[in-house]
């Protein structure tokens, strides 16, 4: 592979982006209009600083972002892609007729993946036109650091397909964590999910505040980060997606997610504030 389109440019999309260039590879970055792009390019512009800062090479982060091109338009996005990695938002209409497009355009040697977090392909794949050629391979957000690609073929992803994405995945800096089965929620989102679904249903009960729910998850365990903090690293925006499609708790918490941090346009660290300010 030497070609690489990702599909929207969002935070995870951008990261993906940004990492798959740092590692040496030509990268378009598409997305649905101009307007977007510029928004993206300042997302990149901050990644080539956290990039600098975080892993001390300066010159390698702005060769980075060189070999990214943007693009608006899908046809020419993906015209050269030996791999195009899809990071629309998490809403499984919207993938397929994403990939029902791009089956049109893209080259018939091109491989899809999906980043879903909690999709199966087999609920995409027929919508690509090349289901065999079809699998999702997951990052886990801030990429450069927490470097899992889970990789997760349908009953009829082609073996060879699979181990090419593993490779893929391998050479830019990830640890590959192959899945035998489908599984929705994956392997990190099958432990992270519960643990974030229980600290929203303390607080639409009332229970604790999100600084103290965060506190005692930190202290009594030794994580890093509490639920909320992982919530504004993900993305407020995300977390709306997965809980409004979810049972009468989960959508309680979509309802909260959005009257008073959404709408207010807090939507986690992307935006300096969310559960937290980052300002």
Do not use: C
Not at 124 to 149: D, K, S
Not at 151 to 175: K, N
Not at 243 to 261: C, D, I, T, V
């Amino acid at each position: 592979m030497n070609d690489i389109t990702v599909l929207g440019t969002g935070v995870l999309g951008s990261q993906i982006a940004f990492q798959t260039a740092y590692s040496g590879y030509a990268v378009v970055a598409y997305d649905v209009s101009d307007e977007v792009l510029e928004t993206a390019k300042n997302r990149f512009a901050k990644l080539a600083k956290t990039y600098a800062r975080d892993l001390g090479d300066q010159a390698k982060a702005d060769a980075a972002l060189e070999r990214i091109r943007y693009s608006a338009d899908l046809a020419d996005a993906v015209a050269q892609a030996d791999l195009v990695i899809e990071a629309v938002p998490e809403k499984l209409e919207l993938k397929r007729e994403v990939y029902t497009k791009l089956g049109e355009v893209a080259p018939a040697k091109t491989i899809f993946a999906t980043n879903s977090s909690t999709l199966l392909p087999s609920a995409i794949a027929e919508f690509t036109g090349r289901p065999e050629r079809f699998l999702a391979l997951h990052f886990a957000n801030q990429i450069w650091v927490h470097n899992t690609a889970e990789i997760m073929g349908h009953p009829g992803t082609d073996p060879q397909v699979y181990d090419e994405v593993v490779a893929f995945a391998t050479s830019i800096g990830m640890v590959p964590i192959q899945l035998h089965k489908e599984r929705s929620g994956y392997v990190l989102n099958s432990l992270l999910v519960p643990l974030l679904n229980a600290a929203g249903d303390l607080l639409v009960e009332g229970i604790a505040s999100p600084e103290d729910i965060d506190a005692v998850w930190r202290i009594g365990t030794g994580a890093p980060q509490g639920p909320f903090q992982i919530f504004d690293v993900v993305g407020l925006t995300t977390a709306y997606n997965i809980s409004a499609a979810g049972g009468e708790k989960q959508q309680a918490f979509a309802k909260l997610l959005k009257e008073n941090y959404i709408d207010q346009g807090k939507l986690g660290i992307a935006t300096g504030e969310g559960f937290y300010s980052y300002k």
